[in-house]
């Protein structure tokens, strides 16, 4: 495999497709990256889902239940495009509920209030479309194909979660102190979605020598930042950041420091809800093993029975 | 202004029925969100939450157009005491395991698709255009738990027994999907209500294919709980209330 030209490749706008060679790291970058992104999605099922019973009108719970559903397609889609590179559903979920590969940091915050599900609505996915839309154009084809559809989706989510929360900010007292809250609480984990700034992101060089990272940390959160401020401004809530003002001649909002130690704690698992989440996650899985078992005894069952037919 | 009259009253009780069933049921299914065997169910079966929610979402605000008494769908699935919500029995069971749940669907899917068959030609015109749509999902929603319901039955032994245990739980249930009374016999005369006797032949004959396809028995009992369509409810109703209706009753008034 001549690395260099490979290289040379994926700068040039073409696709790298599943049956083509591809160097090691490239494959094993990718598939962790992937891999991570699906544990994301149905991780992050679980603070909006324990919120669909609650909902507060029909047609709320509607929309609410058609993105949870939408969340458990894009890690379907994602742990296929995984697939494409040679990694096994199975494999990559048993490595999630090991605990040796990660999922969103943010989804170990709690969702404690309905205001909470428009702001994971509006931030977090707000956030993830700012990191995915790069994604559109990653190297990797399956992956780019997968993205652009779960853009779309991610856009629908995000702009429910604005429309949400400008219902509550606009509401009545309580509903207002509810949405303050919610962005108080999401505010700067949704900043820290972006990762480490770049200086200490030791994997982003490589990855965007190959293509499969267009833009720096840095750079997208700031693109999520000037997106933000005005819309925060715009439901009349306050984001709690005291150092937040914007420069007048490059027209960037600049930030307060974002407390990465906070971060690393949550990385490490100690975040509010890790144990929670992970938990949640293993018992479905194996509450569900005899249900499993019974499809694959069946399948095999009846493939045997057809085979003795024909 | 136009005046209630009885049938608008009885259509209204009818649709809060099976508005009521929905609803009741969606928020069970609702309850397996991220906790379901597979990522695949997770979808299938919110899939099948949100045709429910449809239905409950059209059939609760014909209710309150009928009624008159200017409620809308919310006002009716969040501001009714149990007493006045009129569910089967059925719907309400706590979802036990995957079996149950299966189980519990196959009976319910097996009813609403002749149920939904037969309303598309209802004499209400607003009824039968609910059915329309209705009908197109229910057949999935039968497909659905057929299919696992064979694949439980005729897969490992946990899970044969399982299921089956599932069925006899929720089987003394079903008997008050054909019940009727003064009411319905009056909208079954007017054509507007289907007919249970109807229903039930059918869906014996396919709750009885589907067992036999899954090596699974009939169960066999004697016992017929019932009430649901005059307010009783089992002990796990209030607590299923509760959690859909509190959120939407501590701000009263407000919008959402
Ligand atoms: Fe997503
Ligand atoms: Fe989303």
């Known amino acids: 495999m001549d690395e260099q030209a490979f290289t040379a490749r994926v700068t040039g706008d073409d696709r790298v497709e599943p049956r083509d060679e591809m160097p090691d790291g490239y494959r094993r970058t990718l598939v962790r990256q992937i891999a991570q992104h699906a544990h994301s999605e149905i991780i992050g099922m679980q603070p909006e889902g324990n919120w669909i019973t609650r909902a507060p009108s029909l047609r709320r719970k509607a929309i609410l239940v058609a993105k949870v559903q939408d969340e458990a397609g894009h890690g379907l889609y994602l742990y296929s495009a995984a697939e494409t590179l040679g990694a096994d559903r199975d494999e990559l979920l048993d490595l999630l509920h090991t605990g040796r590969q990660k999922y969103s940091t943010i989804f170990n915050y709690p969702a404690t209030s309905w205001a909470d599900v428009a702001a994971i609505g509006w931030l977090v996915d707000g956030a993830a479309i700012v990191n995915q839309v790069p994604l559109t154009r990653c190297s990797y084809g399956p992956y780019a194909r997968a993205m652009v559809r779960i853009c779309k989706e991610e856009s629908f989510h995000q702009r429910q979660g604005f429309e949400a929360m400008a219902v509550l900010a606009a509401g009545s007292p309580a509903q207002r102190r509810m949405a303050q809250e919610a962005l108080d609480r999401w505010w700067w984990p949704a900043l820290m979605m972006f990762g480490p700034s770049d200086v200490d992101s030791p994997n982003s060089a490589q990855s965007m020598a190959w293509g499969i990272k267009r833009f720096s940390n840095d750079e997208l959160r700031q693109r999520f930042v000037d997106a933000t401020v005005p819309q925060a401004e715009f439901l009349g809530l306050v984001v709690p950041d005291p150092d937040l003002r914007r420069d007048e001649e490059t027209g960037h909002y600049r930030t307060g420091q974002i407390d990465w130690s906070e971060f690393a704690t949550v990385m490490r698992g100690d975040g509010p809800c890790n144990r929670e989440r992970l938990a949640r996650r293993v018992a479905a899985h194996d509450d569900g093993g005899w249900v499993r078992e019974a499809a694959a005894a069946y399948a095999a069952k009846h493939a045997a029975a057809r085979a003795v037919a024909a | ?256």
């Open chain 2, 1 to 256: 202004m136009t005046t209630t009259t009885e049938v608008d009253l009885d259509v209204a009780t009818y649709c809060l029925r099976l508005g009521d069933d929905a609803l009741v049921l969606a928020q069970r299914l609702c309850e397996w969100a991220a906790r379901s065997p597979q990522l695949e169910e997770d979808v299938a079966l919110l899939n099948l939450a949100l045709d429910l929610l449809g239905q409950a979402r059209s059939l609760l605000t014909l209710a309150g157009v009928r009624e008159g008494r200017g409620r809308d769908e919310d006002a009716l699935a969040f501001l009714r005491d149990e007493p006045d919500v009129v569910n089967l029995q059925l719907v309400e069971l706590e979802n036990g395991d995957f079996g149950r749940t299966m189980a519990r669907q196959l009976l319910v899917a097996a009813y609403a698709v002749p149920l939904w068959q037969a309303l598309c030609a209802s004499t209400d015109a607003d009824l039968a255009a609910i059915a329309g749509k209705a009908v197109k999902e229910v057949a999935y929603h039968l497909d659905h738990a057929r299919s696992w319901v064979v694949r439980l039955g005729d897969g490992t032994e946990e899970s044969h027994r399982r299921v089956q245990a599932g069925f006899d739980e929720v089987w003394p249930y079903g008997f008050e999907l054909f019940e009727v009374d003064p009411l319905l016999e009056r909208l079954i005369a007017r054509g507007v209500a289907a007919d249970p006797a109807a229903l039930q032949q059918v869906w014996r004959a396919t709750v009885e294919e589907v067992l036999a396809e899954a090596t699974l028995v009939v169960p066999e009992t004697g016992w017929r709980p019932t009430g649901g369509r005059s307010g009783a409810h089992t002990e796990a109703f209030g607590y299923l209330l509760a959690e859909l209706q509190h959120l939407h009753r501590s701000h009263p008034g407000v919008s959402w």
